[in-house]
């Protein structure tokens, strides 16, 4: 039977010590347990890590599943997916409202190895995931159209892992020269043995890096929680503290995510999340290269509208927002 989680308010240690599930505070409300959630794999799946065994928690590869769950037919009460496009969707009467942001970039441009000069150019092969989605968006803000003829877009960013490790792009069997790709995944692959791009591939921009230096010192905006409209109030509040609770205790010790994904084997852990423990734990633990975080999106509105403009959206309307 799966483990009633208990809202903490003790020490992150003291988590670890009593499993995850009720302490000898009975008297402390939960958040409800039988909600569905749905994140993509990778860095926002990490925020999770608590939530390995927990039957209700699904993830997708791909974002534009994830978009098409977001309406009022759909049995999910929590969605996480890139913000532009949570807040699109909700624009087109999408019944959510947009909690808070948890990741904050963890987007890269990886060189294959293929490229003789090492430089990308036009005529480049350039491989994007998430074709119209944020992957693309921001690509598009820093580069224009002037790579154009050379990107080939694949569904996933477990799909542009995949042309990374072998420098080839399965489907148009292009011989791949850049990968528009994400963190923890970059990592895993950079890091795979047996990749036939393993010690010639690497990290060739921070996109993170680039669009500061492009939005004149803003930060990006990623993955968000949009939470459906029907829920109780009190028990979002809950849910929400509870995430936030988990995220600062993964970033500032590793070692409880990892704890929390070890409950499923590798397997199931690569299935579910994308990546292994091990994986997570050392991009959170090396600098936080996933920009795993939690940030209030009301409080954070400036930012956001910032962020969507250059998208072509405008300003946020108050009552998206989770209050």
């Avoid at 699109?88 to 190895?113: D, E, M, Q, R």
Wanted: proline share 4%.
């Amino acid at each position: 039977m799966k483990k009633q989680i208990v809202l903490l308010t003790i020490l992150s240690s003291m988590l670890v010590g009593c499993g995850g599930g009720s302490n000898s505070e009975s008297s402390t409300p939960s958040y409800p347990s039988s909600w569905n959630i749905v994140t993509p794999t990778g860095a926002p799946a990490i925020a999770f890590y608590n939530h390995a065994k927990n039957p209700h928690f699904t993830t997708n590869s791909t974002p534009s599943n994830i978009v098409a769950m977001m309406n009022s037919q759909s049995d999910k009460e929590v969605v996480v997916i890139d913000t532009v496009s949570g807040i699109k969707a909700i624009n087109k009467g999408a019944p959510y409202k947009l909690a808070s942001t948890i990741t904050l970039g963890n987007f890269y441009i990886a060189a294959t190895g293929n490229d003789d000069d090492g430089v990308m150019n036009e005529g480049d092969t350039i491989v994007l995931f998430g074709q119209n989605q944020t992957p693309d968006l921001i690509f598009h803000y820093l580069y224009g159209d002037k790579f154009d003829a050379s990107i080939e877009y694949v569904t996933a960013v477990s799909n542009a892992a995949q042309c990374l490790a072998s420098g080839k792009n399965i489907i148009t069997s292009s011989t791949v020269d850049y990968v528009f790709v994400a963190q923890p995944v970059l990592f895993a692959t950079l890091n795979n043995q047996s990749a036939p791009t393993y010690g010639k591939s690497s990290v060739y921009a921070d996109v993170q890096e680039l669009y500061k230096e492009k939005s004149g010192g803003k930060s990006m905006i990623q993955a968000s929680v949009f939470v459906k409209d029907s829920v109780n109030e009190t028990e979002r509040g809950l849910f929400l503290d509870k995430l936030k609770s988990d995220i600062e205790n993964g970033i500032a010790n590793p070692d409880l995510i990892k704890a929390g994904m070890d409950e499923l084997s590798e397997e199931e852990q690569s299935s579910i999340y994308g990546i292994k423990s091990t994986v997570a734990k050392a991009v959170v633990g090396n600098g936080n290269t996933v920009g795993l975080g939690y940030v209030k999106a009301k409080e954070n509105k400036a930012a956001i509208d910032a962020f969507i403009s250059l998208f072509g959206m405008e300003p946020t309307n108050e009552e998206i927002f989770v209050k």
